[in-house]
T-cell receptor
């Protein structure tokens, strides 16, 4: 089955800096890659996603890049703010259907003022 | 538009008991998936239901089961609870034909 590796497990940045989280996946049949943000006591919130026919996607301060050949994808957050502090999860899906998401272990992002 | 609603938010059960968790998807969403979240294993897929049929199943023992009703609401059941079943159980719903999955706040189950 699919396996998703996520790095780093924790990331501390200063407000205004950029943050990058990287994930690799194992199943070349995966074709959908969402990113979720989870705040304490809440469920994961979909923040951005990318499909395998696209190399990059941006939404304001957030961008995701995908390298199908290398089977890795990354989340980029620019001009970080304290409210960006949360746990971020990458996921992959497609081989068994879009609703069968395989998640990475998560990255705890801490943005200090 | 209301989001995914899970009830109850918190549960405490004793080993050996059984438990039923409920999930109401976003209006119009017919696909419902369940995930277990633990500090050690992270987020793991349990099963997915679409039009009252289980479409996919993760690698969990048969003690974990689910069902979906005609109004797309879903329930999951865990029988003969073990301490290791303590986790946050999350439900996500999706619109037919689209990949975006939207999660509820989860049910925190504690087995003592």
């Amino acid at each position: 089955g699919e396996n998703v590796e996520q790095h780093p497990s924790t990331l501390s940045v200063q407000e205004g800096d950029s943050a990058v989280i990287k994930c690799t996946y194992s199943d070349s049949a995966s074709n959908y890659f969402p990113w979720y943000k989870q705040e304490l006591g809440k469920g994961p919130q979909l923040i951005i996603d990318i499909r395998s026919n696209v190399g990059e996607k941006k939404d304001q301060r957030i961008a995701v890049t995908l390298n199908k050949t290398a089977k890795h994808f990354s989340l980029h957050i620019t001009e970080t703010q304290p409210e960006d502090s949360a746990v971020y999860f990458c996921a992959a899906a497609g081989a068994s259907g879009y609703s069968t998401l395989t998640f990475g272990k998560g990255t705890m992002l801490l943005v200090s003022p | 538009k209301a989001g995914v609603t899970q009830t109850p938010r918190y549960l405490i059960k004793t080993r050996g008991q059984q438990v039923t968790l409920s999930c109401s998807p976003i209006s119009g969403h017919r696909s419902v998936s369940w995930y277990q979240q633990t500090p050690g294993q992270g987020l793991q897929f349990l099963f997915e239901y679409f039009s009252e049929t289980q479409r996919n199943k993760g690698n969990f023992p048969g003690r974990f089961s689910g069902r979906q009703f005609s109004n797309s609401r879903s329930e999951m059941n865990v029988s003969t609870l073990e301490l290791g079943d303590s986790a946050l159980y999350l439900c996500a719903s999706s619109l037919t034909g689209t990949p975006e999955a939207f999660f509820g706040q989860g049910t925190r189950l504690t087995v003592v």
